[in-house]
C-alpha cells in the first residue's frame, strides 16, 4: 500500500526489484509517473502486469513484458446512462418538480483522474443522447471515499433542498455516501433523488433491492484478479499468451455489467 504516494510506490519497487522479484502486479498512484515506474522494472527485465490505472499507451508499448488489466470507463459511462434513462422513462414520477427535466448533481471521484473523467462524460452524454434534458445543479469531487460523499451530499441538501432528482457517481463508495446522507436527512424517502453508482459493490447491490438506489455497472473484479494472476504466471513460465484475449497484444479488458432491480438477484450470491 502506497498511501497514495507515487514517491513511495517508486521507492516499494525499487526495494521489491533489488530483492529479485519474478514479477509484479501495480496498481499506479499516477498513471503519468508510468514512464518512470516502467524504466525501473524493464532495466531488471521483469514482468509487470499494471492493472486499474492505465499508463500511457506509448509507454507500454516499449517494453513486450508490460501488459494491462482493467475495464473500459467510457462502456461504463454509457452503461450508466442507459441506465439512468430507463429508469427516467419508466417512471414520470421520478420528475420531482414535474419539469420535463432532470435536476441532478455529480459525485466525481477526483480531480484529473482519466476514469473519472470518461465515467462522467459518457454517461451525461448518452442521457442526453437519448434526448432526456438535464440541469446540472452542482458536481463535487469526494475521492471515491464514502465519507467525503456524504459530507458533500449534507452541503448539497443544505444548498438545494429538494430540488435534486438525482445524484450520478463515479462509483458505489460515493452513491453509497450520498445515500447515508439521506437517510440521516429530514427528507422523506419519497423525496429522494435516485441514486445510480458503479462497481457493484456489496452494499450498493443491497441498497438497489432495498429500492434506495436505482442502478449500478457491476465492475467484475473477481474477472480482472483471475486474469492478472493468469498473467503473471503463464508470464513467468513462457507460455503463449494467445488464450489471454488481449486487445492489441497488451490490453484485458473486463466486461461491464448492468444491474438494476429487475437483474439484482443474478449479482448478490
Known amino acids: 500500500d502506497s498511501q497514495n504516494s507515487q514517491q513511495t510506490q517508486n521507492d516499494q519497487i525499487?526495494?521489491?526489484?533489488?530483492?529479485?522479484?519474478?514479477?509484479?502486479?501495480v496498481n499506479l498512484v499516477d498513471p503519468a509517473a508510468g514512464q518512470t515506474v516502467m524504466e525501473k522494472?524493464?532495466?531488471?527485465?521483469?514482468?509487470?502486469?499494471?492493472y486499474n490505472k492505465k499508463p500511457a499507451k506509448e509507454v507500454l508499448a516499449a517494453y513486450d513484458k508490460a501488459y494491462y488489466v482493467g475495464i473500459d470507463p467510457n462502456a461504463q459511462g454509457i452503461a450508466q446512462g442507459e441506465l439512468i434513462m430507463k429508469a427516467w422513462k419508466a417512471n414520470p414520477?421520478?420528475?420531482?418538480n414535474k419539469d420535463g427535466?432532470?435536476?441532478?448533481?455529480?459525485?466525481?471521484?477526483?480531480?484529473?483522474?482519466?476514469?473519472?473523467?470518461?465515467?462522467?462524460?459518457?454517461?451525461?452524454?448518452?442521457?442526453?443522447?437519448?434526448?432526456?434534458?438535464?440541469?446540472?445543479?452542482?458536481?463535487?469531487?469526494?475521492?471515491?471515499?464514502r465519507?467525503?460523499?456524504?459530507?458533500?451530499?449534507?452541503?448539497?441538501?443544505e444548498q438545494y433542498g429538494d430540488k435534486i432528482e438525482?445524484?450520478?457517481s463515479n462509483n458505489d463508495e460515493m452513491a453509497l455516501g450520498?445515500?447515508?446522507?439521506y437517510k440521516k436527512s429530514k427528507y422523506d424517502k419519497k423525496q429522494w433523488p435516485i441514486i445510480f453508482g458503479i462497481d457493484g459493490l456489496d452494499d450498493a447491490l443491497t441498497a438497489i433491492k432495498n429500492g434506495e438506489m436505482q442502478g449500478t455497472v457491476y465492475n467484475d473484479k473477481e474477472d480482472q484478479a483471475l486474469e492478472i494472476s493468469r498473467l503473471v504466471v503463464d508470464i513467468y513460465q513462457g507460455n503463449s499468451m494467445k488464450n489471454h484475449n488481449l486487445q492489441q497484444g497488451k490490453?484485458?479488458?473486463?466486461?461491464?455489467?448492468?444491474?438494476?432491480?429487475?437483474?439484482?438477484?443474478?449479482?448478490i450470491k
Open 147 to 157: 465519507g467525503q460523499a456524504e459530507n458533500r451530499t449534507n452541503q448539497l441538501i
Open 41 to 50: 522494472i524493464k532495466a531488471e527485465n521483469v514482468p509487470v502486469v499494471f
Open 93 to 96: 414520477d421520478l420528475d420531482l
Open 14 to 25: 525499487d526495494v521489491m526489484l533489488s530483492k529479485g522479484i519474478d514479477a509484479l502486479a
Open 251 to 267: 490490453y484485458y479488458v473486463s466486461q461491464y455489467k448492468k444491474v438494476e432491480k429487475s437483474s439484482i438477484d443474478k449479482f
Open 166 to 168: 438525482m445524484i450520478i
Open 101 to 145: 427535466k432532470i435536476q441532478y448533481v455529480l459525485l466525481e471521484g477526483e480531480a484529473g483522474h482519466q476514469d473519472a473523467i470518461s465515467r462522467t462524460d459518457c454517461s451525461v452524454k448518452t442521457i442526453i443522447g437519448k434526448g432526456i434534458k438535464l440541469e446540472k445543479l452542482s458536481y463535487q469531487f469526494a475521492d471515491w471515499n
Open 178 to 181: 450520498a445515500l447515508e446522507a
